[in-house]
Structures are given as C-alpha cells and as structure tokens.
C-alpha cells in the first residue's frame, strides 16, 4: 500500500524593521520604513505538503508531493508532481523547480531567502528584481513552473546529472495569435568527501506572433549559467558560486535585438555550527552592465548575517539581517539607485 505522509513547516517573524531608501537620477532621496510583528514567511515559505511513495516491485517506485504554500491561493500551488523511481533514476513529471536552475543556491551561503541573499539580488528595482532566477525579468521565470518533464540519473560514484524540459503553446487561430514558451536545462554535481561542486546551464525562449496581421511579434530568449562549489571544513562550511543571466529580445519584423537584462554575480558564504548555534554569513557582488541604455547599467551588492539556535530537531528561533544595493553604474546619471536593509526575529517549526 502507499504509505502518505502530511508535514510541512510554518515561519513567523516575531518583529522585522526594514528601510528602503530609493534615489532616481540626481533627485533626492527618499526612504520608507516598515514595522511589524507577527509575520508570515520572513525567514522561508509557510508551506502545507501531502507526499506518500509505493513500491512498485522490480526495484521500481512511484512518489508524490502536493505542496501549497500557506499565504498564497489554490492547492498544490508550490511543487507538486509525480515521480517514478529506480535504479535507472527518476523520471518527475508536473510542477516543480528544476534542479537545473534553483541549484546554484545550495552552492551561494546565503543563509535564507531573505533580504541580502544572491536569490533576491537586486529586488525592488524593476529591471533586476529577482535578477537571478528572473521572476520579473523579459524572459519570465526559472523557477518553479507548471507543465515540467525531468530525468535525474543514479550516482556514477559522485557524478550525477539533471535534464529538464517544459513547454507551453496556444494559438489564437490559424495564422495568427500563436504563442509558446520553452524551457530546457542541464546540471552535473560531483561529491567525494567533503567537497561538492556543481554547473547548470538553462534556457527560456518565448515566441509570440503579433495578434493581428499588423501588429509584430516577438522572439526574447534568457540565459541562466551557473556554477558553485561547497566544502566542509568540519569546523565550517566554505560555499561559492558565479550566476549569469542575460535576456534580450529580437523584434520579428526587423530582427533588432535589444539586451533587457545582462547580469553577473559571485557569491560567498561561510556557515559555522556550534552545537544548537548555527552561524550563517554570506555576501554578493556583480553588475547588470547592459550598455544598450545607460539607465539600465547598475552595481548589485549584499550580504546577510544570521544565527539560528535549535529548540529541538523541528523548532529553531533565528535572527537575521540583510542588505540588498543597486548603485547606478559607469555612465548611468538617470537610472534609479535602491538600497534595502532588513533585520528580523522569529521561530521556525516544521511538522
């Protein structure tokens, strides 16, 4: 029989504070503060998951995982999927993140996914909000989406790989309206005592044809490369790892192309345990040096310190702060400057 197992974790800030201050061009600054107590999913995701596995026989096994997130709408709206198992791998099919993509993050250090951390790099700003993974960026996100097919392949004493292909496609008639988006990736990670590294290149290209005989379509396409490292110094653990993500788009009526975003960071991080205290430290640099507009050159930088204190195996309570910063670049005199500093208290409970 299928054995199902209902878990999930909650996380709650009992205080942050946060101030963002923002500066276009040479106009003055301005700057906004928030307070609060009792908030949800400062830390991480608040997120209720229903997951069971069956044996299949033959060395084969069939999982599932139906994920939702609690602040957010609709069941399963996190990674839900289904997945055959066995000595060949496994073979996942629905809506996930790929690994392909996401990672790079267990390479960066960042203690969390908040403030300061190389998976918000540059957030606030709209041309680099999310710069990484590109939740806002032209070529959309690579994150978690819907319609996902992925192979991950057994050990090879160390070395394992990921492919992953997603596509969607509508057409609003015969000759005209058609639109499709595809995603495709490939990761490799080698483990051997304490050193693991990893590299992962993704691509997303979007194809849409203007809805009417005058109107012009377009061909954008994004680039996410990555590679990482991880050792464990047993007294610490040292990360790093390089991100890149360029998009650009090309008008199907004259082929021009235009460089929306070209992103590059380096990420460090160090994480010491001692004993129920965890200390977590991780910092990055890079630019989005575009060139096609001046306004769009930008300097990113952050860094988050955290320490966690273990209650038990499922219950922490953590205080954390972090920086995000996007300076206007080399020529840049109209382009808008953002700095974000977050500090938060709060407990984490998985069940």
Same mark, same amino acid.
Do not use: C
């Given at each position: 029989?299928?054995?199902?197992?209902?878990?999930?974790k909650?996380?709650?800030?009992a205080?942050?504070? #946060?101030?963002?201050?923002?500066?276009?061009?040479t106009a003055?600054?301005?700057?906004?503060?928030?307070?609060?107590?009792?908030?949800?999913?400062?830390?991480?995701?608040?997120?209720?998951?229903?997951?069971?596995?069956?044996?299949?026989?033959?060395?084969?096994t069939?999982s599932f995982?139906?994920?939702?997130?609690?602040n957010?709408?609709?069941?399963?709206?996190?990674? %839900?999927?289904?997945?055959?198992?066995?000595?060949?791998?496994?073979?996942?099919?629905?809506?996930?993140?790929?690994?392909?993509s996401?990672?790079?993050?267990?390479?960066?250090?960042?203690?969390?996914?908040?403030?300061?951390?190389?998976?918000?790099?540059? #957030?606030?700003n709209? %041309?680099?909000?999310?710069?990484?993974?590109?939740?806002?960026?032209?070529a959309g996100s690579?994150?978690?989406?819907?319609?996902?097919?992925?192979?991950s392949?057994?050990?090879?004493?160390?070395?394992?790989?990921?492919v992953?292909?997603g596509?969607?496609?509508?057409?609003?008639?015969?000759?005209?309206?058609?639109?499709s988006?595809k995603?495709? /990736?490939?990761s490799?990670?080698?483990?051997? /005592?304490?050193?693991s590294?990893a590299?992962?290149?993704?691509?997303?290209n979007?194809?849409?044809?203007g809805?009417?005989?005058?109107? #012009?379509?377009?061909?954008?396409?994004?680039?996410l490369?990555?590679? /990482?490292?991880?050792?464990?110094?047993?007294?610490a653990?040292l990360?790093?790892?390089?991100?890149?993500?360029?998009?650009?788009?090309?008008?199907?009526? %004259?082929?021009v192309?235009?460089?929306?975003?070209?992103?590059?960071?380096?990420?460090? /991080?160090?994480?010491?345990?001692?004993?129920?205290?965890?200390?977590?430290?991780s910092m990055?640099?890079?630019?989005?040096?575009? %060139?096609?507009?001046t306004?769009?050159?930008?300097d990113?930088?952050?860094?988050?310190?955290?320490?966690?204190?273990?209650?038990?195996?499922?219950t922490s309570?953590?205080?954390?702060?972090?920086?995000?910063?996007?300076?206007?670049?080399?020529?840049?005199?109209?382009?808008?400057?953002?700095?974000?500093?977050t500090?938060?208290?709060?407990?984490?409970?998985?069940?």
């Open positions: 029989m299928a054995q199902v197992t209902i878990g999930g909650l996380t709650f800030d205080m942050e504070n #946060s101030k963002t201050t923002t500066k276009v061009g003055a600054a301005t700057t906004s503060t928030s307070d609060f107590t009792g908030g949800q999913d400062g830390l991480t995701t608040s997120e209720f998951q229903v997951s069971g596995k069956e044996d299949l026989g033959s060395g084969l069939a995982q139906v994920n939702t997130g609690m957010d709408h609709g069941i399963g709206n996190r990674d %839900t999927y289904l997945k055959l198992g066995g000595d060949f791998g496994s073979v996942q099919v629905g809506r996930f993140t790929p690994a392909a996401l990672g790079f993050y267990g390479y960066s250090g960042a203690a969390t996914t908040q403030v300061g951390s190389i998976y918000g790099a540059g #957030s606030g709209g %041309t680099t909000a999310n710069a990484v993974l590109g939740v806002v960026a032209t690579f994150e978690r989406n819907n319609n996902q097919l992925q192979y392949s057994p050990s090879f004493n160390g070395l394992t790989f990921n992953n292909y596509s969607t496609s509508t057409d609003a008639s015969a000759t005209l309206g058609e639109a988006t995603q495709q /990736g490939f490799v990670a080698y483990a051997s /005592g304490p050193l590294i590299a992962g290149k993704n691509t997303r979007v194809d849409a044809e809805a009417s005989a005058t109107a #012009s379509g377009v061909k954008i396409e994004g680039d490369d990555w590679i /990482g490292a991880k050792y464990d110094m047993g007294v653990v990360n790093f790892t390089n991100v890149q993500r360029k998009d650009q788009t090309a008008a199907a009526a %004259t082929g192309v235009t460089v929306n975003s070209d992103i590059s960071l380096n990420s460090f /991080g160090v994480s010491v345990p001692m004993g129920a205290l965890t200390f977590s430290a990055y640099e890079g630019e989005n040096d575009v %060139t096609a507009l306004t769009d050159n930008l990113l930088s952050g860094n988050q310190l955290m320490v966690n204190y273990a209650l038990s195996k499922r309570i953590y205080a954390v702060t972090g920086m995000n910063k996007s300076e206007l670049g080399s020529g840049n005199t109209a382009g808008t400057a953002i700095k974000t500093k500090t938060s208290v709060g407990m984490n409970h998985s069940f």
